[in-house]
């Protein structure tokens, strides 16, 4: 559905570094480059500024990297965080949903 333009899917720019990290040590630097840059044809990156951090670091979450990941949706006005610890976002006010849930939803709305 982003493909063809009926959604926008952003990732979190600091996950990128975090894909191409394990994606570079399981396939090798120039397969885990083609991949990225398959992967942002689809996803587009939700840049993280500092001011997004601290933001961050003012949540009382678990998870700092959950917060992160909230705050940045947060500013853009996110309709869905998909993932699959939807327990993790219990305090966020945007819904989390898995990606079974997510399709589901999509699926749901288009017919």
């Not at 600091?14 to 570079?24: A, E, P, Q, T």
């Not at 083609?34 to 009382?60: C, S, W």
Request: proline residues 3%; contains cysteine.
């Amino acid at each position: 559905m982003a493909e063809e333009n009926k959604i926008a899917c952003y990732i979190s720019a600091s996950s990128i570094n975090d894909i191409f990290y394990l994606s570079k040590g399981a396939l090798g630097k120039k397969p885990a480059k083609e991949a990225l840059r398959d992967m942002l044809q689809v996803f587009k990156p939700a840049t993280v500024t500092d001011g997004h951090i601290y933001q961050a670091l003012n949540l009382d979450w678990d998870d700092f990297e959950d917060s992160v990941q909230y705050i940045v949706g947060e500013s853009f006005s996110a309709d869905y965080i998909i993932t699959r610890n939807i327990q993790d976002f219990s305090s966020s006010s945007i819904t989390a949903v898995t990606p079974e849930q997510f399709l589901k939803t999509i699926t749901d709305t288009e017919t």
